[in-house]
């Protein structure tokens, strides 16, 4: 596999919209799911949402749910993370992954690069 780049990051202030890309080269057919994930200074990575492919379902986690909304092209060979009302606790470096399992645990061998995004008080 390919790893997926991410596109997008930058710096936006309370409230403001940010959109991710994320080229997902060489996905295999048949992965479960693909999901956007990130990682602030000193914490652990956390998932964000995420696709379930073949049934076409999107997974957020609370902290976003109704904020952000992961969608994908037709092809499904691009990842989008719509980003809307960005707090400052949204800060992050914001990772794709390809490859997710069905309990959307994110293969560690199929990350991205990374993008950073941070939202200003």
């Known amino acids: 596999q390919v790893q997926p780049v991410e596109f997008g990051g930058g710096l936006v202030q309370t409230g403001g919209s940010l959109t991710l890309s994320c080229a997902l080269f060489?996905?295999?057919?048949?992965?479960?799911?693909s999901g956007w994930f990130r990682q602030a200074p000193g914490k652990d990575r956390e998932f964000v949402a995420g696709?379930?492919?073949?049934?076409?379902?999107?997974h957020y986690a609370d902290s976003v749910q109704g904020r952000f909304t992961i969608s994908s092209n037709d092809a499904k060979t691009t990842m989008t993370l719509q980003m809307t009302d960005l707090k400052p606790n949204d800060t992050a470096v914001y990772y794709c992954?390809?490859?997710?399992?069905?309990?959307?645990?994110?293969?560690?061998?199929?990350w991205g690069q990374g993008t950073q995004v941070t939202v200003s008080s």
């Open positions: 992954n390809g490859d997710l399992d069905y309990t959307l645990v994110p293969n560690p061998g199929y």
């Open positions: 060489g996905r295999t057919p048949g992965i479960f799911a």
């Open positions: 696709i379930v492919w073949h049934r076409g379902t999107t």
